[in-house]
């Protein structure tokens, strides 16, 4: 067995040379993160323009949304608003075959209002 006898100047440095490289990896480490969570989308939501789907069907109207991650809803154009609970969509599924065809008469917020991932669109759908 070797023992080896380190001076206390000769210990400072080696510690030294530890702390470097320890914060030169726990910064490499960050880094990745950062690159790796901007790359997945993991950062701030960028808010964007919402598309205008205004004579649409609802399904081109829902293929559209689902572009911009933003949830719907839609009602009847002249239905009452107790109707829209009847008919709450989410950008999740698809619009059944009695509805799919109908064309969106008005959008709630306008074409051009800047959303985030998660914001509610009311769609109005003609009869």
């Keep these: 067995m070797t023992v080896v006898y380190v001076t206390s100047a000769e210990q400072t440095t080696v510690e030294d ?3 470097r490289k320890i914060h030169r990896l726990a910064i490499t ?3 990745c993160a950062c690159a790796l969570l901007s790359s997945c989308g993991g950062g701030a939501d960028e808010p ?3 598309p205008n ?3 649409m069907t609802l399904t081109q ?3 559209r949304l689902q572009s911009t991650n933003v949830s719907w809803v839609f009602n009847e154009e002249e239905g009452p608003a107790a109707k829209l609970f009847e008919t709450v969509r989410e950008s999740s599924g698809s619009a059944n075959t009695a509805l799919a065809n109908r064309r969106v008469a008005a959008q709630d917020p306008k074409p051009g ?3 985030t991932s998660g914001d509610v669109v009311l769609l109005r759908l003609r009869r």
Excluded: C, Q, S
């Design 61 to 63: 109207a829902e293929r």
């Design 113 to 115: 209002y800047k959303v």
């Design 53 to 55: 789907v205004t004579g």
């Design 17 to 19: 040379a530890m702390t």
């Design 29 to 31: 480490a960050i880094i």
């Design 48 to 50: 964007r323009a919402l």
